[in-house]
């Protein structure tokens, strides 16, 4: 159970810490290009937005991928054997509040 907790955290330090390195790291460009070239700032943004637009997407498509991860169904048995006894429970229920 212990190590299922490392990977978890893991996978989410991965799917938000590495978008915002990237926008740190976009954002010292930004700064540093203005710092240079002040009269270029509507090519240096646009150039930068382009870039932080694909930082996004990247960014959307790490955190489905972990929702998918965390999403995936057990295959073990004990959990099979839960979801059977759920199932049941909720038929039970049902069929005494019909009756």
Known sequence: ?????VIL???ILLAVG???IGAGWLGKHLIDGLGRYPS????????IFIK???????????LLGVFKILS???DTEEEKNLMEKVHLQRSVVIWN???
């Open 72 to 74: 995936a169904p057990m």
């Open 40 to 47: 270029k700032a509507p090519v240096i943004q646009m150039s």
């Open 9 to 11: 955290l893991c996978l």
């Open 18 to 20: 590495l978008p915002s």
């Open 52 to 62: 932080l637009i694909v930082l996004e997407v990247v960014s959307f498509t790490l």
């Open 1 to 5: 159970m212990n190590q299922q907790g």
């Open 97 to 99: 509040s019909v009756c």
